[in-house]
């Protein structure tokens, strides 16, 4: 029944996660060019923001018509409204990874530190399976792999603190500590990707339960 | 008087008019079924009529109503479901001469039967010279109990709810299929209760059929263009014969008259329920 | 587009080019229309009840005609099928063309027209006679000649109730619940083969579940047919309709007359995002009086 209305739903999801898998190459993208100071792979990236921004803007559309023509309730409405927030933070993952790639624009020609990138690697490619793990979890309506995401952003955090300890280590040289500085802003830029892949995961979690809870955790107060 | 007595005091005077129709009815019929019950027989259906009380019967009499019943059907059924019809589906109901109809059919109603039978006299017995027959008796008690028949098939037709009709037309059937399959056989169970009591009607009177020339007494088997007696008519001419006897065969008359009656009316009320639709 | 400024104006009907510029959407713009109404309007005994009516009903798609009560939108579905034609007193001024030809032309037979455009009414009116015969009453009094109860069947079958009904195809109709009323209402509708389909509020009388039913087959009936759908509930005109027209009711300025008129035309999503019409926008918001 409703056939109409739940071939909508399906589609605006399936959207969703078109958009997911084109944030996780934007991802790729900024992180190979950051470790590989690739300035062409970063323009490439940074043009390819306006593809995650005509997604996030087709999904907007499909939920205003949604809500306006269905007038969905119950988890019908929770789903919708979760699509909506995931939408927004998918969105805001792409333009992270949009500034990561003009970091690296800016930073061309300084030395950088192999043990900062190789942490870099690492984060990003934690970050990816965040992404992975929150639009799975959405997919699967899945409330335990979903908190897990909360431990996979420790992760991160945890990595994030690292980059700041190694730069003070480093930085006695001037052009170290101009790339370093910048660097900081890349380490924040994949902290923040993590923080919206737990928001997506709490998304998932509402949509579950009918309760908004937010992941704490000891380690963050 | 508190509420519940006056209630009570209501019911009580409501049980009471009951009880005196039931009353006066139930000593019509028992004074009849005493004297008639054990004439009834063979003889009085069989038997034509005679001066000796033993032999004689009803025959020619039993023999009219019946004819006249069927032939007053015949007529009164297409004719008043036919004008039925046409006032309810094809008049415009705003133009004046269709309204001018329909009081005109209230009216006749109304009128009292023996007017039918001075009509009979003037037009059919006398105007076209049909003679004093069973023919001109059906045809003015068709006349007498038309009205009745319109009025019941008029009720008939327009119990059937407008929907069906809208329904027929939206489907693409012109007015006469939309009649003629749908609201005809839904009004049926209406029309066919309204013709048998006028039929039950028609059956019970007597004014009419002696204006244009009942005979009291014949002995041979009616015929359509022939004289005629019939039920209600015989029935008076056995009481007024002067033996005792012919008093009780009266009785016994009565009682067939009273079972061709009863027997209509329970065939109407059977098709009204049979028939009988929620919509 | 439509737009109207402050008290009622002309109204200029919104073709389909203007549409598919509107919206940038050429599928729109290759659909046909099945109707073009021109300047409509129609009064009984002398009282208008609507008027200035200018739209075009496209092919394949489900329209919606929504508003008020008393805003003529019953009688204007009534004209598409030469309905009102059984009303006394009522009159039909302007055009309706149906395939570029003009309905209430002097040599149209009503009767071929409502073969063609089917009705299908608010309270479900099946026949006093058995679900068989309620199909084959319309096939039998077209004459159409092929084989009856394949077409009594496939009939049933479009509109999703031979499964619930073909083992009591005898029985009466009336004992059937009243979503399956309707959808027999259907049924027999389609069992002539028309061209379009008119629901004047199908789902009314019904539960919510028989609602959501024929819902869901109006979505597949309108890849075969056109359909138009008059409702009082805005939220079905939103979840079925392809188009939808708001109409209105214009109360003469003395507070006397009351007539309906057209206010706005448009592609259903355009007319619950983002009306042009401020009336259109009150009354789906609710706030309408």
Same mark, same amino acid.
């Given at each position: 029944?409703?056939?109409?209305?739940?071939?909508?739903?399906?589609?605006?999801?399936?959207?969703?996660?078109?958009?997911?898998?084109?944030?996780?190459?934007?991802?790729?993208?900024?992180?190979?060019?950051?470790?590989?100071?690739?300035?062409?792979?970063?323009?490439?990236?940074?043009?390819?923001?306006?593809?995650?921004?005509?997604?996030?803007?087709?999904?907007?559309?499909?939920? *205003?018509?949604?809500?306006?023509?269905?007038?969905?309730?119950?988890?019908?409405? /929770?789903?919708?409204?979760?699509?909506?927030?995931?939408?927004?933070?998918?969105?805001?993952?792409?333009?992270?990874?949009?500034?990561?790639?003009?970091?690296?624009?800016? +930073?061309?020609?300084?030395?950088?530190?192999?043990?900062?990138?190789?942490?870099?690697?690492? #984060?990003?490619?934690?970050?990816?399976?965040?992404?992975?793990?929150?639009?799975?979890?959405?997919?699967?309506?899945?409330?335990?792999?979903?908190?897990?995401?909360?431990?996979?952003?420790?992760?991160?955090?945890?990595?994030?603190?690292?980059?700041?300890?190694?730069?003070?280590?480093?930085?006695?040289?001037?052009?170290?500590?101009?790339?370093?500085?910048?660097?900081?802003?890349?380490?924040?830029?994949?902290?923040?990707?993590?923080?919206?892949?737990?928001?997506? !995961?709490?998304?998932?979690?509402?949509?579950?339960?009918?309760?908004?809870?937010?992941?704490?955790?000891?380690?963050?107060? | #008087?508190?509420?519940?007595?006056?209630?009570?005091?209501?019911?009580?005077?409501?049980?009471?008019? =009951?009880?005196?129709?039931?009353?006066?009815?139930?000593?019509?019929?028992?004074?009849?079924?005493?004297?008639? =019950?054990?004439?009834?027989?063979? +003889?009085?259906?069989?038997?034509?009529?005679?001066?000796?009380?033993?032999?004689?019967?009803?025959?020619?009499?039993?023999?009219?109503?019946?004819?006249?019943?069927?032939?007053?059907?015949?007529?009164?059924?297409?004719?008043?479901?036919?004008?039925?019809?046409?006032?309810?589906?094809?008049?415009?109901?705003?133009?004046?001469?269709?309204?001018?109809?329909?009081?005109?059919?209230?009216?006749?109603?109304?009128?009292?039967?023996?007017?039918?039978?001075?009509?009979?006299?003037?037009?059919?017995?006398?105007?076209?010279?049909?003679?004093?027959?069973?023919?001109?008796? $059906?045809?003015?008690?068709?006349?007498?109990?038309?009205?009745?028949?319109?009025?019941?098939?008029?009720?008939?037709?327009?119990?059937?709810?407008?929907?069906?009709?809208?329904?027929?037309?939206?489907? !693409?059937?012109?007015?006469?299929?939309?009649?003629?399959?749908?609201?005809?056989?839904?009004?049926?169970?209406?029309?066919?209760?309204?013709?048998?009591?006028?039929?039950?009607? $028609?059956?019970?009177?007597?004014?009419? =059929?002696?204006?244009?020339?009942? @005979?009291?007494?014949?002995?041979?088997?009616?015929?359509?263009?022939?004289?005629?007696?019939?039920?209600?008519?015989?029935?008076?001419?056995?009481?007024?014969?002067?033996?005792?006897?012919?008093?009780?065969?009266?009785?016994?008359?009565?009682? @067939?008259?009273?079972?061709?009656?009863?027997?209509?009316?329970?065939?109407?009320?059977?098709? /009204?329920?049979?028939?009988?639709?929620?919509? | 587009?439509?737009?109207?400024?402050?008290?009622?104006?002309?109204?200029?009907?919104?073709?389909?080019?203007?549409?598919?510029?509107?919206?940038?959407?050429?599928?729109?713009?290759?659909?046909?229309?099945?109707?073009?109404?021109?300047?409509?309007?129609?009064?009984?005994?002398?009282?208008?009840?609507?008027?200035?009516?200018?739209?075009?009903?496209?092919?394949?798609?489900? +329209?919606?005609?929504?508003?008020?009560?008393?805003?003529?939108?019953?009688?204007?579905?009534?004209?598409?099928?030469?309905?009102?034609?059984?009303?006394?007193?009522?009159?039909?001024?302007?055009?309706?063309?149906?395939?570029?030809?003009?309905?209430?032309? $002097?040599?149209?037979?009503?009767? *071929?027209?409502?073969?063609?455009?089917? #009705?299908?009414?608010?309270?479900?009116?099946?026949?006093?006679?058995?679900?068989?015969?309620?199909?084959?009453? !319309?096939?039998?009094?077209?004459?159409?000649?092929?084989?009856?109860?394949?077409?009594?069947?496939?009939?049933?079958?479009?509109?999703?109730?031979?499964?619930?009904?073909?083992?009591?195809?005898?029985?009466?109709?009336?004992?059937?619940? !009243?979503?399956?009323?309707?959808?027999?209402?259907?049924?027999?509708?389609?069992?002539?083969?028309?061209?379009?389909?008119?629901?004047?509020?199908?789902?009314?009388?019904?539960?919510?579940?028989?609602?959501?039913?024929?819902?869901?087959?109006?979505?597949?009936?309108? /890849?075969?047919?056109?359909?138009?759908?008059?409702?009082?509930?805005?939220?079905?005109?939103?979840? @079925?309709?392809?188009? +939808?027209?708001?109409?209105?009711?214009? @109360?003469?300025?003395?507070?006397?007359?009351?007539?309906?008129?057209?206010?706005?035309?448009?592609?259903?999503?355009?007319?619950?995002?983002?009306?042009?019409?401020? /009336?259109?926008?009150?009354?789906?918001?609710?706030?309408?009086?």
């Amino acid at each position: 029944m409703r056939i109409s209305f739940q071939q909508e739903l399906d589609e605006l999801e399936a959207l969703l996660r078109v958009e997911g898998e084109l944030v996780l190459r934007s991802l790729r993208g900024a992180v190979e060019a950051v470790c590989s100071q690739d300035v062409e792979l970063a323009d490439e990236v940074i043009a390819f923001d306006d593809d995650i921004d005509a997604q996030y803007f087709e999904v907007e559309q499909g939920i *205003e018509l949604l809500l306006a023509r269905q007038t969905p309730v119950a988890s019908d409405l /929770r789903l919708v409204l979760a699509l909506l927030k995931d939408n927004l933070h998918l969105e805001r993952m792409g333009d992270l990874c949009t500034t990561i790639a003009k970091l690296t624009k800016l +930073t061309k020609g300084l030395p950088p530190d192999e043990t900062l990138l190789a942490g870099f690697k690492e #984060m990003g490619e934690r970050a990816e399976q965040m992404i992975r793990v929150a639009i799975r979890s959405l997919e699967q309506r899945d409330r335990v792999a979903a908190e897990s995401l909360l431990e996979l952003d420790e992760l991160i955090d945890r990595a994030n603190r690292r980059v700041v300890n190694r730069l003070l280590e480093i930085g006695h040289d001037l052009e170290v500590r101009e790339w370093g500085l910048r660097m900081i802003l890349v380490s924040r830029c994949l902290e923040r990707i993590g923080d919206h892949a737990v928001d997506i !995961g709490e998304q998932t979690a509402y949509l579950v339960t009918g309760e908004f809870r937010e992941f704490t955790d000891a380690s963050r107060q | #008087m508190s509420r519940g007595l006056k209630g009570g005091v209501f019911k009580g005077l409501l049980f009471l008019s =009951l009880l005196v129709g039931f009353l006066m009815l139930a000593a019509l019929l028992v004074d009849v079924f005493q004297d008639g =019950l054990p004439y009834l027989d063979l +003889t009085l259906l069989t038997n034509p009529p005679s001066s000796d009380p033993k032999i004689a019967g009803a025959r020619p009499a039993i023999l009219a109503t019946i004819y006249i019943g069927v032939l007053l059907l015949l007529f009164v059924v297409p004719i008043g479901v036919g004008t039925a019809v046409y006032l309810e589906e094809y008049a415009d109901k705003r133009r004046w001469y269709n309204k001018l109809l329909e009081i005109n059919i209230q009216n006749l109603a109304a009128v009292p039967s023996i007017v039918y039978g001075i009509l009979g006299l003037a037009f059919l017995v006398r105007g076209i010279g049909l003679g004093r027959v069973l023919l001109a008796g $059906a045809m003015i008690l068709t006349l007498l109990v038309l009205p009745t028949v319109i009025i019941a098939a008029r009720e008939a037709i327009r119990s059937v709810p407008d929907s069906i009709r809208q329904g027929g037309y939206a489907l !693409g059937a012109t007015q006469w299929q939309v009649v003629s399959r749908q609201v005809l056989p839904a009004a049926i169970p209406g029309i066919a209760t309204g013709s048998i009591l006028a039929l039950s009607r $028609a059956i019970g009177e007597t004014a009419p =059929l002696i204006m244009i020339g009942a @005979v009291t007494y014949i002995s041979f088997d009616p015929t359509i263009l022939g004289p005629f007696t019939a039920l209600p008519i015989q029935i008076y001419s056995f009481l007024r014969l002067p033996q005792e006897e012919f008093k009780l065969l009266a009785a016994a008359s009565i009682i @067939v008259l009273l079972a061709i009656l009863l027997t209509l009316n329970a065939f109407a009320i059977f098709i /009204r329920n049979r028939y009988r639709r929620t919509w | 587009m439509i737009t109207t400024t402050g008290q009622a104006s002309t109204i200029e009907p919104m073709s389909l080019a203007e549409i598919a510029r509107e919206h940038g959407d050429e599928n729109v713009a290759s659909r046909e229309s099945v109707f073009q109404v021109r300047d409509l309007a129609v009064s009984y005994s002398g009282n208008t009840a609507i008027r200035e009516v200018g739209l075009d009903v496209l092919k394949n798609a489900i +329209t919606a005609f929504i508003g008020p009560s008393g805003c003529g939108k019953s009688t204007l579905i009534r004209c598409f099928n030469r309905m009102n034609d059984l009303v006394p007193g009522a009159k039909v001024d302007g055009e309706v063309l149906y395939h570029g030809k003009d309905l209430y032309a $002097a040599d149209v037979d009503p009767v *071929e027209v409502r073969r063609r455009i089917g #009705m299908v009414f608010q309270k479900p009116n099946p026949f006093p006679k058995s679900i068989y015969d309620n199909v084959a009453f !319309g096939p039998r009094v077209l004459a159409m000649k092929d084989d009856l109860s394949e077409r009594v069947e496939g009939a049933l079958q479009q509109a999703a109730l031979w499964d619930e009904v073909k083992d009591r195809l005898k029985e009466s109709a009336l004992g059937l619940s !009243g979503g399956q009323q309707q959808r027999l209402c259907i049924a027999r509708c389609l069992a002539v083969e028309p061209d379009v389909i008119l629901m004047d509020e199908p789902a009314s009388a019904l539960d919510p579940i028989s609602t959501t039913r024929i819902e869901d087959l109006m979505h597949e009936l309108k /890849r075969q047919y056109t359909i138009v759908i008059v409702t009082h509930n805005m939220q079905q005109a939103a979840r @079925v309709a392809d188009m +939808t027209a708001f109409f209105s009711v214009d @109360v003469a300025p003395d507070g006397g007359r009351r007539t309906g008129i057209l206010v706005e035309y448009d592609k259903t999503a355009k007319i619950f995002t983002t009306p042009a019409d401020k /009336r259109t926008e009150d009354y789906v918001t609710g706030r309408f009086g």
